[in-house]
């Protein structure tokens, strides 16, 4: 599945992303990259979503979200 299907409050594991690598590599210094677990928070207003990497908030866009694969935690 990708994130933006992932259940709110429900940790998931990142398996991968088709980004380009410009986009990949500023959110790996993110924390937002394949091994992580990270927790899908609430929608924006803009159809994106914040996502919570260990102690951080990072707000992500709709089209960012659907090229992030996961699997559940």
Sequence with gaps: ???DQAPAGV???VTGADLEPALARRLAELGVRAGRTITPLHSTSGGGRVVAVDDTRVALA??????IEVTAA
């Design 11 to 13: 940790p998931v594991h």
């Design 1 to 3: 599945m990708t994130l």
């Design 62 to 67: 709709k089209t960012v979200l659907r090229r």
